[in-house]
């Protein structure tokens, strides 16, 4: 089975950039497309960026021009860079197997001061 380990979150003031990385271990790294998706206090988890197997993206309109998705298949990697962050990016950060969610890890927070 394999287990998806989320870093990289953090304080940040509005306008500043967060790198997160989510590697995966145990199975080898599957074919499967992964993502990143997030929760806000009283907010539905959702899509924030997918990438799958091949290399196609996909991104909420919110964090389309911001935010950018990739993937090192060499080293089991998925990374989610986050620029001109804004208050409203404040969340839970998780990362999971794309378009269709496994079990989830426990993220990684990131807020963003105004």
């Known amino acids: 089975q394999v287990q998806l380990v989320e870093s990289g979150g953090g304080l940040v003031q509005a306008g500043g950039s967060l790198r997160l990385s989510c590697v995966a271990s145990g199975r080898a790294f599957s074919p499967n497309g992964r993502a990143w998706y997030r929760q806000a206090p009283g907010k539905q988890r959702e899509l924030v960026a997918g990438i799958t197997s091949g290399g196609r993206t996909d991104y909420a309109d919110s964090v389309k021009g911001r935010f950018t998705i990739s993937r090192d298949n060499t080293k089991n990697t998925v990374y989610l860079q986050m620029n001109s962050l804004k208050p409203e990016d404040t969340a839970g950060y998780y990362c999971?197997?794309?378009?269709?969610?496994?079990?989830w890890g426990p993220g990684t927070q990131v807020t963003v001061a105004s």
């Open positions: 999971n197997t794309y378009p269709i969610p496994g079990r």
